[in-house]
Each structure stands twice: as C-alpha cells, then as structure tokens.
T-cell receptor
Framework: DTGVSQDPRHKITKRGQNVTFRCDPI?????LYWYRQTLGQGPEFLTY????????KSRLLSDRFSAERPKGSFSTLEIQRTEQGDSAMYLC?????????????FGQGTRLTVV | GDSVTQMEGPVTLSEEAFLTINCTYT??????LFWYVQYPGEGLQLLLK?????DKGSNKGFEATYRKETTSFHLEKGSVQVSDSAVYFC?????????????FGTGTRLTIIP
C-alpha cells in the first residue's frame, strides 16, 4: 500500500497525559499537512511542512501541540497535557509541489479520545 | 479569511434521483475548488476539482462548475446509486505562498435508499 498511513488509528488517553501520533506520507511527496476534525465539522488546518521545514502553524495549534518532520519523510504530532477538548480525529495529508496538480492525499486518521 | 459554506444535511434520496449539494465560498484570491468524499470507514478522497473560473470538474458521474460570479461550486449527479452514500466536503485552496492548505465546509451526509 503506497497511500498515506497514520498510526495509531485509535488512542484513548487520560486527561493530562501526553500523546504522539505518526504519519507516513506517500514517499515522493514533499508537502505534509496536519488537520483536526471534530464531530459534525470539516477538517481544520493545523500545520504544514515542506520537506523538513514547518512553514505555517494555525492559531488552533496551541503551545501544547508540537509537530516535527525530522528528515522530510514521516511526521509526528505530539499533544502535551491533553484536555478533553483535544478529542478529535487527527488527519494527515501529503502532496507533491509540482505544477498545478496539487492533489492532497489523506490518511485514515487517528481518533483521539481524552477521558 | 477564507470560508466555505455548504448545504447542511443529512440528505436522503432514492436511487436514481438527481442530486445537488450546494457550496459557496469566500476567498481573498483566486482559489482552486474541490469536492472530497468520505465513504464509511475510509479516509477523505478527492472526488473532483476545478482550478479556475468556468472550469468543470467531473468524476464518477459527479460534476461541479467553478462559478466566480456567484462564488459557487455546486455538486451534481444525474442519477445516484446506493454506493454514493457518504459524507461530501466542499473545500478551497488559496495558494498562499505555496501553502496549499485546504479550507473545508462542514460536510453533507448523503444516504441513498434502494
């Protein structure tokens, strides 16, 4: 399977704990995005990488959130001191910056439940 | 800022009915427009796209035309099937300094009854 993969698919954690999610993009894609989707809403942009550089962060991304893409391949999203409001589906997408064909491919997401 | 407003659901139709899901947008520049679909248990998939005014995107019998004058990108299908049951998201990308981040609508859940 050469699509975007995310791990884990589901995570239940207690309030105050730290969690880390991983995203493996399509191998030749240089752009990687993180989105958050809450129930009944569309995905909301969190942050964007081009290769290993984090180029934009949404105001939604509080200082408890940190994302990395150390070698321009896989990415991790860490949430520290989780709160119940962090419960959501976290989506990763990747794309290739080539011409005008900028289709983003999404993973199946990591569903986080904070109890 | 950019925003997308789409028809609220859920929408329930009989098989072979005509489908329209309305989508309007607000953007500062000249965005590209997309429809994404999420089938049960699967990730978001691109259904169709249009990159400039008057372009028509089409795929799997679905169509949408980029209307700059009405800032709209309505999704249509002439005869829906049970397999079209899914959540449909309208989205735009404003090409801001090479960041192709997507701004999504809230989604429309479509159920097709045999």
């Amino acid at each position: 399977d050469t699509g975007v993969s995310q791990d884990p698919r589901h995570k239940i954690t207690k309030r105050g704990q730290n969690v880390t999610f991983r995203c493996d993009p399509i191998s030749e894609h240089n752009r990687l995005y993180w989105y958050r989707q809450t129930l009944g809403q569309g995905p909301e942009f969190l942050t964007y990488f081009q290769n290993e550089a984090q180029l934009e962060k949404s105001r939604l991304l509080s200082d408890r959130f940190s994302a990395e893409r150390p070698k321009g391949s896989f990415s991790t999203l860490e949430i520290q001191r989780t709160e119940q409001g962090d419960s959501a589906m976290y989506l990763c997408a990747s794309s290739l910056s080539l011409g005008a064909d900028l289709e983003a491919f999404f993973g199946q997401g990591t569903r986080l439940t904070v109890v | 800022g950019d925003s997308v407003t789409q028809m609220e659901g859920p929408v329930t139709l009989s098989e072979e009915a005509f489908l329209t899901i309305n989508c309007t947008y607000t953007a500062t520049g000249y965005p590209s427009l997309f429809w994404y679909v999420q089938y049960p248990g699967e990730g978001l998939q691109l259904l169709l796209k249009a990159t400039k005014a008057d372009d028509k995107g089409s795929n799997k019998g679905f169509e949408a035309t980029y209307r700059k004058e009405t800032t709209s990108f309505h999704l249509e299908k002439g005869s829906v099937q049970v397999s079209d049951s899914a959540v449909y998201f309208c989205a735009l990308s404003d090409h801001n300094f090479g960041n192709e981040k997507l701004t999504f609508g809230t989604g429309t859940r479509l159920t097709i009854i045999p």
